[in-house]
């Protein structure tokens, strides 16, 4: 791969050499060239910049420098290269308003041959630069993220790194780009340990020491969850239902509807099984916030309120599901037959099994069950006056 960088400020670039891409250039894995974009400007002072048309604050850069460098680069191009768009260099405008720089654009970057950067100062570039690069190349106009920084060159460089650590021979171990945040799996990392086992009074967790890969699998993979949930809910998809409403994760704030439909649902179990003596029926508002914190709660919204939600969390292998409920005036709907697909669905991968319990004459909760695949276990410890029922998960 070759890289290519025009600047004002080239020594900002100079911790390319330096680390992995410096590597990757010693490997022969890149070529790599930066400019000084003032070698193109013909003035005594090698000016890049000028006022904008139409007044306001700042300075633009100038586009004939950008224009003559990219001549010299890019161009012209080969009749057959111009004939094939994915032969074509791309070039990369780093700028506040471009696209935001994620794991799928590295990985899309990554598989180019050539990657101009064009790194942005003051208020921009004329946007003709842009407008001629796109008729000689790809363009990207990117992002590092919504804030602004002074000039593109940090931005360039840390896609540089997003980039070539990609590249097919570069890092040491594959496996460690395949888990890491933002990977395939679309959730953070897990966190991660290291010796000595105890620092500080600190303690490496368990489940890490106890060789039992299964469980580590699932530790880790309930850690992103909950990581991802914390910090970038944004991330986790919302499954999508029929009617273009979405089965979310639940937030600490929804505790309180929760606890209402919680009521009203479990009022309809205490009748059908004539007993008050149903855990669900006698929570609190904070122990409906615990709960938030202990297990991957699923809610559903229509027009802004609370109608449906769900619940899982790993018992070992099994997944422990429980907390379905669907508002009185949406059962019957199919609401509470997507819920449960959800929530297995959303199963961490140590599961080898799904675990729920209901009332012994909770009918309609057994048919809707049975029909998805549980089988009720008269064997298996219950509550007083409920049922378990059992599906193992398959693939
Ligand atoms: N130049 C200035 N701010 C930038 C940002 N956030 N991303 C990319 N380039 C920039």
Not at 68 to 74: G, M, S, V
Not at 192 to 203: A, I, L, M
Not at 227 to 245: C, Q
Not at 305 to 319: K, M, N, Q
Request: overall charge negative; charged content about 25%.
């Amino acid at each position: 791969m070759r890289l290519d960088y025009l600047t004002i400020f080239p020594d900002y670039l100079a911790p390319l050499r330096l680390s992995l891409p410096g590597k990757a250039v010693e490997s022969g894995l890149l070529d790599l060239h930066v400019h000084d974009l003032r070698q193109w400007t013909r003035d005594r002072h090698h000016t890049t910049d000028d006022t904008p048309y139409g007044g306001g604050a700042g300075m633009v850069m100038k586009p004939e420098p950008f224009g003559e460098a990219f001549d010299e680069l890019l161009g012209p191009v080969p009749e057959e290269v111009a004939q094939q768009p994915s032969r074509r260099a791309t070039v990369v405008f780093t700028t506040p308003s471009g696209e935001p720089m994620t794991q799928r654009l590295a990985e899309e970057l990554a598989t180019r041959e050539r990657i101009v950067f064009a790194c942005g100062r003051y208020e921009g570039i004329d946007q003709r630069v842009i407008d001629h690069a796109r008729e000689i190349a790809e363009v990207r106009e990117i992002s590092l993220g919504d804030y602004v920084l002074n000039g593109g060159e940090v931005a360039a460089l840390a896609i540089t790194e997003a980039v070539v650590r990609l590249l097919p021979g570069f890092m040491g171990n594959a496996a460690s780009i395949v888990e890491e945040s933002h990977s395939e799996s679309g959730l953070l990392e897990h966190p991660v340990y290291t010796k000595p086992r105890e620092w500080r009074g600190r303690e490496v967790p368990e489940v890490l020491l106890s060789g039992d890969h299964g469980r580590i699998a699932a530790w880790r993979h309930d850690q992103s969850v909950r990581r991802t949930a914390e910090r970038r809910p944004d991330l986790l998809a919302p499954s999508v239902l029929d009617d273009g409403g979405e089965i979310v994760r639940a937030v600490p704030a929804d505790a309180a509807e929760l606890l209402v439909l919680q009521r009203a649902c479990w009022a309809q179990e205490a009748l059908a099984n004539d007993s008050l003596a149903i855990p669900a029926l006698h929570e609190s508002y904070d122990d409906v916030r615990t709960a938030l914190a202990e297990w991957d709660t699923y809610v559903v919204r229509r027009a802004g309120r609370l109608v449906a939600a769900v619940r899982g969390r790993l018992d070992g292998t099994a997944w422990d599901i429980g907390r379905m409920m669907v508002a009185p005036d949406l059962q019957g709907t199919g609401l509470g037959r997507r819920l449960l697909a959800h929530i297995q669905a959303v199963a961490p991968a140590g599961a080898s099994s799904y675990v729920l319990f209901t009332g012994v004459r909770s009918e309609r909760n057994i048919r809707l069950y049975k029909r998805a695949g549980f089988r009720p276990r008269v064997e298996l410890p219950a509550p007083p006056g409920a049922i378990v029922l059992t599906k193992p998960r398959r693939g």
